[in-house]
């Protein structure tokens, strides 16, 4: 399959010297949610507003569709939604003129029923003839994905989607991002929230200093970096781990009530069975077993710490 | 060419001059009457015509011009400051638009509102002295001409400023002094022949001039030259912004 945005080698040293993305390349496929996450000041804004056409890459290119963004820049700008990282909008506005203007803007004719369907979508309906600055922050967040969507774009950016909003509007704006996967919408997103990446992408980015760490499938990620812990809850306590056990590396844990182990998914012999006979043979008795698994976030902060 | 895009800004930005109407059109009637009440009637009565035409007449033309063309500049050089100010630029560089089509929108937006403003001030006008119009197309293209290119002119310092000091800078510290000493209030031939020779580098003259000709039939300068230098400014101005839009000149980072 095509790549619906192909990034190649792209740079930008910021005039002040700041080098915010270096050599970037990767492929965004067609109909996918890739998330992207990183540190503060990793890049991804500047990585996205290249994309986008509000800053020139200093050198490399990008292509949309199969269009170059400088050269047929109308092109590809209009297939492209983006909501921006900043609540920026003009306060004096109503959220309705705003989102007329957007649709405009595109190049898209006035369609009030779409528009209609947007706003209730966001639960923003109500709101419409209310101007911006009267507006909470969640909703002004709403107001910049009513936006964003209003000229029915088939890639959409969401840069921090969900910073500063409730867990109930989080969730909202999840399931509407799932739906526009249905409909074939290539999202790509940024976010300081892991379980966000968790929840809805099917591959993760992971950005440092401008640069591409680890580029994978979700659950892939999960697999290739994550531990799972094994809890072994005991009958009755111990004090030490016993010396025919020492070669498993258990720690013990709930002062000496339980036992705790770690191992790698994807290898072949977990060690489990072998375990268990041990602890058998070493006379221990087990309530209960329990398993973990390493969440994107320890892998990410592993990650970036290297 | 994205013409809905060209709306949808014009839309826009005129929506913003409807919102603010009072503060746009109440206030040149105001200052328009007090110039007719100071310079028309109580000094005007003691003045002399100039050629032929009553002086509070006389600077109907010269006020018209000089509320056109500050308000033009002011409008459109904050119509583009400030979206870049509050950061609203980036979906209009994120957006499928030509520097051409934003020029469009924002200058035919300003040049709309400076026109409405003319027209009010001419009416206004006919409260407090007679006054007739002898090529009433010549005015209009005048009227136009003035309010487009003074735009553009906004809009290129509206790209150019950094800040709303420096947005002010311009209007106050070049246009004030050549609008007034372009002849609003008299006839560039009152002056010392020194002083006439100077007028004749500001560009204001021929503007002043031609409108005051399609008014009255008369002028300082020919007509001819009046209309060379209008469209030489347009030129100069479309130019620039050209130049400013291939060099992403202070917009994009
Ligand atoms: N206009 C600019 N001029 C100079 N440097 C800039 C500019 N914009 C961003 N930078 C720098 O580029 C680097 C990357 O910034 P960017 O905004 O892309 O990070 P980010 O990954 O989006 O961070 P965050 O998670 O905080 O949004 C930072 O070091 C930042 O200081
Ligand atoms: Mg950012």
Redesign the pocket.
Known sequence: MNPIISIKNINKT?S?G?E?VKDFSLDIMKGEILALL?P????????ISMICGIIEPSSGSVSVNGFDVVKDYKKTRSIIGLVP?ELVLESFETAMNTIQFSRGLFGKKRDHEFIKKILTQLSLWDKRNTTIMELSGGMKRRVLIAKALSHEPSILFLD?PTAGVDVELRKDMWAIIKNLKKQGVTIIL?T?YIEEAEEIADRVGI?NKGELLVIEEKRNLLNKMGTKTLTIELNSKIKSIPNSLSSYNLQLASKGMSITYNYKKQEEKTGITSLLVDLKKAGITLKDLDTNQTSLEEIFVDIVRK | MNFEAIKAIYIFEMTRTFRTLLQSLVSPVISTSLYFIVFGTAIGSRMEDISEVPYGAFIVPGLIMLTVLTQSISNAAFGIYFPKFIGTINEILSAPVSAFEIVIGYVGAAATKSMMIGIIIFITAHFFVEISVEHPVWMVVFLVLTCVSFSLFGFIIGIWAKNFEQLNLIPMLVITPLVFLGGSFYSISMLPEFWQKVSFFNPVVYLISGFRWSFFGSSDVAIEVSIMAILLFSSFCLYTIYQIFKFGYKIK?
């Not at chain 1, 503060?40 to 990585?47: D, H, I, P, S």
């Open positions: 910021f002040t700041e915010a990183g503060n000041g990793a890049g991804k804004t500047t990585l990282q921090e940024t300081h950005i | 980072q």
